[in-house]
């Protein structure tokens, strides 16, 4: 079997492999959003020069960008409970959902430090802070989406976790390599459309500077 | 009307009757297994939930695998139907690993394992083992007809592929002397094997003998022949489940099973040659005594006959006593470093810290002379006009396509793809190490690529040569530089995807085969956190150094 005689096959599961890459989707959104809130504020406390606020904020910025996503992932598994009663019904926690806080953690170091630069630069009356933020931080969401792709990992029904389901199915090997650089395509097509989308928002943003 | 409805209700009485879960009408009364009056504990948490979560394997056929539909099907699938109708409930069956399925069931993700668990001395510490075993296997080697492989001393010192979480890959490294390539699922350990990355794939004797029929007997590989370290398989709760309801109910379904030669019956129906260790827990399980059933559980003690629960479990790691240095650090300060005491998994300890520590390094060199010779090629390639744009084209394809996919499907796609074409090719396929430096080198060095180009051009220095931007650029973008290598040191992990050992794939390893939990993730975030910051304190004291200059 040639890897393109498993093209017909792997395109037919085109809408199940859609579903998947929508769960990282919503894994790097909700994790890039939350995580550069909190991450921003903790920097503005780091630029502030509170003497009592440097050291807790610093530390919590270490923690968070120091620790590999996976040690998280495995935190948030083993921590968070897998099941939830509401009304004496039994409820799953959807893996997505922790798969999406252990990816906040780094998103906050990111931008605690990012955004520390930024406010530094600014009063130091550079141009092109805001600029170098917002390049640097467009970087980091396609960090995040391709992080996102590691979540199968505790089980989240994400895309590459949704490919391996499908290749088990198929009953093996056969086709890996053709699966995985379809699964690829998704994430680069993502990937483009999201730097454009990010282009034009830095321009407007230089423009308005 | 009322015709029908009988007929239809006849029918579904028919089903009942014949249907070999509800009544094994062979089986003795007492060995039949009885729902509890009040269920306690996880048993009472099924029923609440109403459906019973069973984990079980999706590249193990025909015990475990996908249908074409993508539904969980086996012989393993279809015991754990047995349970969820026996008690009522609806069921749901998840896919687990070697590697993650004691982890699973004991987070409570899945309230049962059926999943080709092999019952040893060192599991029955991390979870409860369901008693009696239901199966058993043995390892062999799966390999090349040409490739000669004739007893496990011809082995020695060679690579063998194996899958992570294995119970006997520690004896088959020490014992044995093999060199242990890992792999974190059986069809990346068979890919591994047909490129030649190993010469053998050690796996049990059940699944590889079902691989050689399936080909018909007339394919390239073969099995070898003396299987070894043969232990039974166990059906497994979390810990303190084994003696509760659930344990004592999984205890009896599986007493039932042997007593009604129902696994006996499934294998016939997967095809699966009848095994003489089932065939003999049948008899067991069978036997009469006045006639009444030997394995029944004794009404005085509760508890079935000690010999129709098999034997001892195998011992998959020398018994040894820690140096009374680790015994004490853990009775004074919780710190439970005995498993990793011993000197050989100090060593895989010691030799992962070592790779994760060269993998960063060269990955964060890497990533920077990438990101500077591609942004400084690029600007000035920009400089000369559209015929420069256009001459930038292949190296910004390269650029999109390397920091744009995942980089655990670029190790795949590159170590599985890639190597496999040049290694049919030429013989020589690039070793693990290799690839990973290289893809964790690209996938970095491209957003540096982005971060350093952008710099560069951005500034109002445009009558100034390419080269004397340089130094402002990598000021300004500098937190982003560091971002990117922070996140590579991170991401190195995933190089344990194509068998290189690095620490969190060890330690993750070390955990699944018992060692302590807490302390081994608790080390793992302290070491992370010191290694980082270490390496931020070496850039932060370059940037001192740049600026200054």
């Not at chain 1, 390049?135 to 995040?144: E, P, R, T």
């Not at chain 2, 629960?309 to 040894?320: E, F, I, M, R």
Request: charged share 15%; glycine share 10%.
């Amino acid at each position: 079997m040639t890897p393109l005689d498993a093209l017909p096959e792997i395109l037919s599961h085109t809408g199940y492999l859609a579903g998947g890459f929508g769960i990282n989707m919503l894994i790097s959104v909700v994790s890039m959003s939350v995580g550069t809130v909190i991450g921003v504020a903790i920097g503005r406390l780091r630029h502030a020069g509170f003497r009592s606020l440097e050291v807790p904020s610093r530390f919590a910025t270490n923690i968070c960008r120091n620790v590999p996503s996976f040690v998280l992932l495995f935190y948030m598994a083993s921590m968070i409970p897998s099941e939830i009663t509401v009304a004496g019904s039994i409820h799953a926690v959807p893996l997505w959902i922790k798969a999406t806080l252990a990816l906040i953690f780094p998103v906050i170091g990111f931008s605690s430090d990012q955004s520390l630069g930024y406010f530094a630069q600014r009063e130091a009356g550079l141009s092109g802070a805001r600029e170098t933020f917002v390049v640097a931080w467009a970087q980091y969401f396609l960090i995040i989406i391709m992080a996102s792709a590691t979540a199968s990992v505790i089980g989240a029904d994400e895309i590459v976790g949704r490919a391996n389901t499908i290749i088990a199915q198929s009953g093996g090997n056969s086709f890996l390599i053709t699966m995985y650089l379809y699964v690829s395509i998704w994430f680069i097509l993502s990937g483009l459309i999201l730097t454009s989308v990010i282009r034009t928002v830095s321009q407007r943003v230089s423009k308005i500077e | 009307m009322l015709k029908a409805l009988v007929t239809m209700l006849a029918a579904l009485w028919l089903i009942w009757m014949t249907d070999p879960v509800a009544a094994q009408s062979d089986v003795p009364p007492e060995l039949q297994a009885q729902m509890p009056d009040a269920p306690t504990g996880r048993m009472a948490h099924v029923l609440q939930r109403g459906s019973l979560i069973v984990g079980v394997k999706d590249d193990y056929p025909p015990w475990g695998m996908r249908s074409e539909t993508g539904e969980l099907i086996g012989l393993e699938a279809d015991l754990a139907r047995d349970l969820a109708k026996r008690m009522g409930v609806g069921l749901e069956l998840q896919a687990v690993s070697a590697s993650n399925r004691i982890t699973r069931v004991n987070q409570g993700i899945v309230d049962v394992v059926i999943a080709t668990t092999g019952d040893t001395a060192e599991r029955r510490k991390q979870v409860d083992v369901i008693l009696p075993n239901y199966y058993s296997s043995g390892v062999v080697v799966y390999g090349r007809r040409d490739a000669d492989l004739e007893g496990w001393d011809s082995l020695r010192g060679e690579k063998v592929c194996l899958n992570r979480g294995a119970f006997y890959n520690r004896v088959l490294e020490e014992d044995y002397g093999i060199d242990g390539q890992y792999f974190a699922a059986n069809r990346d350990s068979q890919l591994a094997l047909k490129q030649g990355r190993c010469v053998g794939w050690a796996f049990d004797d059940t699944a590889l003998a079902q691989l050689i029929r399936a080909q018909g007997g007339a394919g390239d590989y073969e099995v070898m022949n003396d299987a070894i370290l043969v232990s039974p398989w166990a059906v497994l709760v979390a810990q303190g489940e084994g003696q509760g309801d659930l344990g004592r109910f999984l205890s009896d379904m599986i007493g039932e099973w042997h007593a009604g030669g129902r696994i006996l019956a499934l294998q016939d129906q997967w095809g699966i040659p009848r095994s003489t260790y089932v065939e003999a827990a049948h008899e067991t399980w069978q036997a009469t005594k006045a006639g009444s059933p030997v394995c029944a559980r004794n009404p005085a003690t509760g508890q079935h006959p000690a010999t129709c629960l098999g034997d001892n479990p195998v011992q998959g790691v020398p018994a040894a006593d820690p140096p009374a240095w680790v015994a004490g650090l853990f009775e004074t300060t919780g710190i439970d470093l005995r498993a990793v005491a011993s000197p050989y998994n100090f060593n895989r300890l010691l030799r992962a810290l070592w790779l994760t520590f060269s993998l960063s390094m060269i990955a964060i060199v890497g990533a920077l002379v990438v990101g500077v010779s591609l942004s400084v090629l690029q600007v000035s390639l920009e400089r000369l006009g559209r015929i420069g744009r256009l001459l930038t084209l292949p190296q910004r394809m390269l650029i999109t396509v390397a920091r744009m996919t995942p980089p655990i499907l670029q190790l795949y796609i590159v170590f599985f793809g890639l190597g496999g074409i040049l290694g049919n090719a030429q013989g020589f396929a690039p070793g693990s190490f290799a690839i990973a430096s290289i893809i964790l080198s690209l996938y970095a060095g491209a957003t540096n690529t982005i971060i350093l180009s952008h710099e560069m051009t951005s500034v109002s220095a445009n009558g100034q040569p390419v080269l004397a931007r340089l130094p402002g650029a990598i000021t300004r973008g500098f937190d982003g530089l560091v971002a990117t290598c922070v996140n590579i040191v991170k991401a190195a992990g995933m190089a344990s995807a194509i068998a290189v050992s690095e620490l969190v794939s060890t330690v993750d390893l070390l955990v699944s085969e018992g060692a302590d939990t807490t302390t081994m993730m608790n080390g793992l975030l302290i070491f992370y956190f010191l290694f980082v910051l270490s390496i931020l304190w070496v850039f932060r004291a370059l940037r001192r150094r740049l600026v200054s200059t």
